[in-house]
């Protein structure tokens, strides 16, 4: 059983790979992130509107940070066991459908383009209002530099949580099997997707969204520092940028965020942070990297390029370590 586990962990693992980087998340179809989305949502309502108290606020918050991981695995779980009871055709497509909601490789190219294309047609306007739903900066007004720094740190930022955190703990949970593969991919999920609604030191979020913040700085800091090593190696010079990486991250109040960041603007030889603007309040981000060559639409596709073979590439590894865990029938 444990040698037939491994060899469909390592065809799910294919499957889903390949399904995100051919297809991605079409817009029009419900994102399993979406429903997370909406259930934060409504609990953070009935909280700030019954609970006033701060402990409170964070005793209820540490219920969100923990249930609703455990819920999200538990659920996909269960859904990719009952496929699985039903039909293990059936099983193994659900699991590869579901891992695949789990990766966002593709959605980060898209996303990425769909920005670039106005911005190359002149129509800054549009630029702006595309960007507008995908960062949570404010986003009117932005020059074509700020557009372009804005893409570029999100492509960073999001290739660690977005792409490679949930790569990681699907191939953890893939040596179990793959049901377990796609529980753990998507609790990651539901833990990335609370510190990205709620995981603020400002108000009204200080006490309520404080336990998932920590939680996912945890979580995301191995695979945060595995993607780092990647774009250092494919940058061909890994010791400049670890260099870079080492000198400017820290300043950033992000354990993981900065070094992302630093990683590609070290690599692609461009200056990232500076001032942005969050619901008209200006906030001061440090500068990562030396400004070798401005960002340009050229400098974002290289962006997109590290981010693509950084999936590739542990997505190799993790089908070579399954496959050495089969042949040792751990």
């Not at 006033?52 to 996909?76: H, N, T, W």
């Not at 507008?132 to 404010?138: E, F, H, I, P, T």
């Not at 939680?215 to 940058?235: F, G, N």
Request: some cysteine; glycine content about 8%; overall charge neutral.
């Amino acid at each position: 059983m444990q040698v037939l586990w491994c060899s469909e962990a390592v065809l799910v693992l294919i499957g889903a790979a390949a399904v995100d980087f051919v297809v991605g998340d079409p817009w029009e179809w419900i994102h399993p992130v979406q429903i997370i989305g909406w259930t934060i949502q409504g609990y953070q309502r009935v909280i700030f509107r019954f609970i006033q108290l701060p402990l409170l606020q964070k005793v209820f918050g540490i219920g969100l940070g923990l249930g609703l991981p455990l819920l999200s695995g538990a659920i996909a779980i269960s859904i990719v066991t009952l496929a699985n009871h039903l039909n293990p055709v059936l099983g193994h497509g659900t699991a590869i459908v579901i891992l695949a909601s789990c990766f966002a490789e593709r959605s980060l190219r898209k996303a990425a383009e769909d920005v670039l294309h106005p911005l190359e047609n002149g129509d800054i306007q549009q630029a702006q209002a595309r960007l507008s739903l995908y960062v949570g900066r404010d986003t009117e007004g932005l020059s074509e530099a700020a557009i372009l720094r804005a893409v570029l740190e999100t492509i960073s930022e999001n290739t660690t949580d977005g792409v490679v955190a949930p790569l990681f703990y699907a191939v953890v949970g893939l040596a179990i099997g793959p049901a377990a593969g796609v529980g753990l991919a998507m609790a990651y999920k539901a833990l990335s997707t609370l510190d990205s609604m709620i995981g603020y030191h400002s108000a009204p979020y200080t006490y309520l969204g404080w336990f998932s913040a920590r939680s996912e700085d945890v979580a995301t800091w191995l695979p945060c520092r595995l993607t780092v090593l990647t774009v250092a190696l494919l940058s061909r010079h890994p010791s400049y940028v670890w260099r870079i990486c080492c000198r400017d991250a820290p300043a950033d109040p992000s354990p993981n965020a900065g070094w992302s960041e630093c990683a590609y603007a070290s690599a692609l030889g461009v200056r990232l942070g500076g001032v942005n603007t969050y619901q008209g309040k200006p906030k001061e981000k440090p500068l990562l990297a030396d400004p070798k060559r401005p960002i340009s639409p050229l400098v974002i596709r290289q962006g997109l390029n590290l981010t693509q073979w950084t999936f590739l590439i542990w997505v190799l590894f993790g089908i070579i370590g399954l496959t050495i865990r089969d042949r040792l029938h751990l």
